[in-house]
T-cell receptor
Framework: SAVISQKPSRDICQRGTSLTIQCQVD?????MFWYRQQPGQSLTLIAT?????????ESGFVIDKFPISRPNLTFSTLTVSNMSPEDSSIYLC??????????????FGPGTRLTVT | DAKTTQPTSMDCAEGRAANLPCNHS???????VYWYRQIHSQGPQYIIH???NNETNEMASLIITEDRKSSTLILPHATLRDTAVYYC??????????????FGAGTILRVKS
């Protein structure tokens, strides 16, 4: 199974500022995803991070608010821009492979707990 | 996307089998059933997945009905460390960009001594 690390593990930020979260995986993977988990809620997919091209965002999420980079097959960043208290959540990185490529399961990082004051 | 329905919460005695049901009556023929769990303050953990046949691994067994409209995750000997939120997910097939997981509310499983 893939080992995923995220930095930072937690942070407290002031409103109006931005935070960049890093995700590093120990092996090359085809797919990388970013999820958000608001307090007491389930996970919501923000976007699929694509290597060498713009990320694919889910409905309700936009690039200006959540810019994503993926320079290679083992690393991605998610930036939470112009933060407000509503952005207080756990942000999780996930990795997996393209349909038809084994293994089919996805692996999740430990998450970044963000609090915006 | 196929939707899943799970009970909000369940209790199980330590050492007994935990049977977690999931309904996915609108599942399509090429969609897999995945199970993940999330222990408090951790990222979700993959448990098992299947298409139509029953599956077993070192963590659990997955029983899928013949019509594929429902499934049951079985933890054969639940321990206190199995207390978690369990998510039943039907994979959304995206031809170009691989597997996207859509999480529902899940089932809170409480294992009690």
């Amino acid at each position: 199974s893939a080992v995923i690390s995220q930095k930072p593990s937690r942070d407290i930020c002031q409103r109006g500022t931005s935070l960049t979260i890093q995700c590093q995986v120990d092996s090359q993977v085809t797919m990388m995803f970013w999820y958000r988990q608001q307090p007491g809620q389930s996970l919501t997919l923000i976007a699929t991070a694509n290597q060498g091209s713009e990320a694919t965002y889910e409905s309700g999420f936009v690039i200006d608010k959540f810019p994503i980079s993926r320079p290679n097959l083992t690393f991605s960043t998610l930036t939470v821009s112009n933060m407000s208290p509503e952005d207080s959540s756990i942000y999780l990185c996930s990795v997996g492979n393209r349909e038809g490529e084994r293994p089919y399961e996805q692996y999740f990082g430990p998450g970044t707990r963000l609090t915006v004051t | 996307d196929a939707k899943t329905t799970q009970p909000t919460s369940m209790d199980c005695a330590e050492g007994r089998a935990a049977n977690l049901p999931c309904n996915h009556s609108t599942i399509s023929g090429n969609e897999y059933v995945y199970w993940y769990r999330q222990i408090h303050s951790q990222g979700p953990q993959y448990i098992i997945h299947g298409l139509k046949n029953n599956e077993t691994n070192e963590m659990a067994s997955l029983i899928i009905t013949e019509d594929r409209k429902s499934s049951t995750l079985i933890l054969p000997h639940a321990t206190l460390r199995d207390t978690a939120v369990y998510y039943c997910i039907v994979r959304v097939p995206i031809m170009e960009y691989g597997n996207k997981l859509v999480f529902g509310a899940g089932t809170i499983l409480r294992v009690k001594s």
